[in-house]
């Protein structure tokens, strides 16, 4: 069965800190990989995904992705963070359609 | 337009009673589904509706779990003789393109369910 495993449970960086989450996963085959973000008082919404093409993945607000297989792993990316990225982030996969897998979430928190 | 709305935004109970939680997807959207998230987990699919084909239960935890969608619109999940374990967040969200794990998903803000 696949699983995600996001290995930071809370992170704390200082404005303009050069960000990277961990999220790997356990699945052999074909897979969709998500970021998802929750900001503060906020729904959940799509940071960036991966379906093929290019394992780097560009998402709003100047995040990015690398999907690399060879290591099962799917990091978030940020040169520069801000401290309106405060918010909680959730790694997704799926394979051979089956349902969404979320891992259990980074709480990054931006000290001003 | 308006997102996915859910009812009510916070619900407390008591052990052993019945709760309904309501979900208004975005209009137009043919797949909705289920989540749980309970304290330091990811989110668990629960159930999965499509058009108005039968829905996909595989997550529903035990059988004091299920979910109904009238008209294609607004789904229910209804937790029967609720237990502390029950206690989560509920989110719903809709796909307009459907499938058990669609490209893109949109979320409503959660019931956060506490049963004492």
């Known amino acids: 069965a696949q699983s995600v495993s996001q290995h930071n449970h809370h992170v704390i960086l200082s404005e303009a800190a050069s960000l990277e989450l961990g999220c790997n996963y356990s699945y052999g085959g074909t897979v969709n990989l998500f970021w998802y973000v929750q900001y503060p008082g906020q729904h959940l919404q799509l940071l960036l995904k991966?379906?093929?093409?290019?394992?780097l993945v560009k998402g709003i607000k100047g995040f990015e992705a690398e999907f690399i297989k060879s290591k099962f792993s799917f990091n978030l990316r940020k040169p520069s963070v801000q401290w309106s990225d405060t918010a909680e982030y959730f790694c997704a996969v799926n394979a051979d359609n089956n349902d969404m897998r979320f891992g259990a979430g980074t709480r990054l928190t931006v000290k001003p | 337009g308006a997102g996915v709305s859910q009812s009510p935004s916070n619900k407390v109970t008591e052990k052993g009673k019945d709760v309904e939680l309501r979900c208004d997807p975005i209009?137009?959207?043919?797949?909705l589904y289920w989540y749980r998230q309970s304290l330091g987990q990811g989110l668990e699919f629960l159930i999965y509706?499509?058009?108005?084909?039968?829905?996909?239960k595989s997550g529903l935890p035990s059988d004091r779990f299920s979910a109904e969608r009238t008209g294609g619109s607004v789904s229910t999940l209804t937790i029967q003789r609720t237990q502390q374990e029950d206690s989560a967040v509920y989110l719903c969200a809709s796909s307009p393109t459907g499938g058990r794990a669609p490209s893109t998903q949109y979320f409503g803000p959660g019931t956060r369910l506490t049963v004492l």
């Open positions: 509706f499509q058009g108005n084909s039968a829905p996909d």
């Open positions: 209009s137009g959207h043919t797949a």
């Open positions: 991966y379906f093929s093409g290019d394992p």
